[in-house]
């Protein structure tokens, strides 16, 4: 618990950050659905941390080593990957706010996570490459962070026309 508050606390700092800023150009009558979305996104990914994984995690296993990370699904190759098109789908076909707000709170949260790991490669690994052989080193991790903050632009754009 110790450890994972500190990444909570700099993903509340931000995600309020991205939503004042929203509610400055915005009127906030208008995507209050957003916001609530955003707030959804967030705690998904807080929720996941905390108690969801011990739901798909086998706890007998981790039972006899306490230094290994559980797999958490947010955090896995899959679902990062399954969750590009589906943002984009979700950002320009649905019309939803509420869904929008949920993938954009999503993608905030998990681009500020690779962002507080980027220099500590082995825990970037355990966390977000726990099925993969590939391990990244710093100059990837950084990489894949310029790309991660270039999409989370472009969806903003698409959000905003």
């Known amino acids: 618990m110790k450890k994972i508050f500190p990444l909570v606390k700099i993903k509340i700092i931000v995600f309020l950050s991205y ?16 916001i609530l979305g955003g707030l959804l996104g967030l705690i998904l990914l807080v929720l996941d941390e905390l108690s969801l994984n011990n739901f798909y995690n086998d706890t007998s296993a981790n039972l006899s080593s306490k230094t290994v990370t559980p797999f958490l699904a947010t955090r896995s190759i899959l679902f990062l990957i399954a969750l590009v098109p589906l ?10 706010l509420i869904g929008s707000g949920l993938i954009m709170g999503l993608i905030l949260g998990l681009t500020v996570e690779v962002w507080q790991l ?29 790309g991660m903050c270039a999409y989370f632009v472009l969806l903003n754009l698409l959000i905003l026309v």
């Open 19 to 34: 939503f004042v800023i929203l509610f400055l150009i915005q009127p906030w009558q208008t995507y209050w659905l957003f």
């Open 87 to 96: 943002s984009i789908f979700i950002v320009t076909s649905t019309g939803s």
């Open 118 to 146: 980027h220099q500590k490669t082995v825990l970037f690994n355990q966390r977000f490459l726990t099925q993969m052989k590939l391990k990244l080193n710093e100059q990837q991790i950084m990489i894949l962070l310029t």
